[in-house]
């Protein structure tokens, strides 16, 4: 994730993914190929081929998407935008209930990973879908600067 525009009106973060995402489904369509000219008379081996074709496009949507979280004072809020494959969320936060950002810390495999949150007084609204190995912390530094500019 990094910042694509900031200035004291709008605070706007990005976060591609699409190489990982266009990888998979380049994988899926040739499974589906794969499944529909094979000559082969094995059904149970097209049907596995397109099988992993589509559980190549599930992991694209769900694990890979485009992701724009924009800070707006002068509309006071926080839109967290997720493009997936054929589907668009968007989680609207008032800019007026948000304490400040800060990272959550988590251990997988022993190997430390990180996702970007927003502290309320009452909820901890992470605003990435799962933690990652890099460090977050100089993007909460900046979200940290611009909500008390």
Do not use: Y
């Amino acid at each position: 994730m990094f910042a694509v525009n900031c200035s004291r009106e709008k605070l706007i973060l990005r976060s591609i993914n699409r190489l990982p995402q266009l990888g998979l489904a380049a994988a899926a369509a040739i499974l589906f190929w794969g499944a529909i000219t094979v000559e082969a008379a094995d059904l149970v081996g097209r049907l596995g081929m397109a099988a992993t074709g589509v559980g190549f496009l599930a992991i694209a949507w769900a694990f890979f998407p485009k992701q724009t979280i924009t800070f707006d004072r002068a509309a006071g809020t926080i839109v967290n935008e997720r493009q997936r494959i054929g589907r668009t969320d968007r989680q609207t936060i008032q800019l007026t209930a948000i304490k400040r950002a800060h990272v959550e810390r988590n251990t997988s495999d022993g190997s430390p990973t990180e996702r970007l949150a927003l502290l309320t007084d009452t909820a901890s609204i992470p605003l990435e879908t799962a933690f990652g190995p890099s460090s977050r912390d100089d993007l909460a530094k900046r979200i940290n600067d611009w909500l008390t500019m």
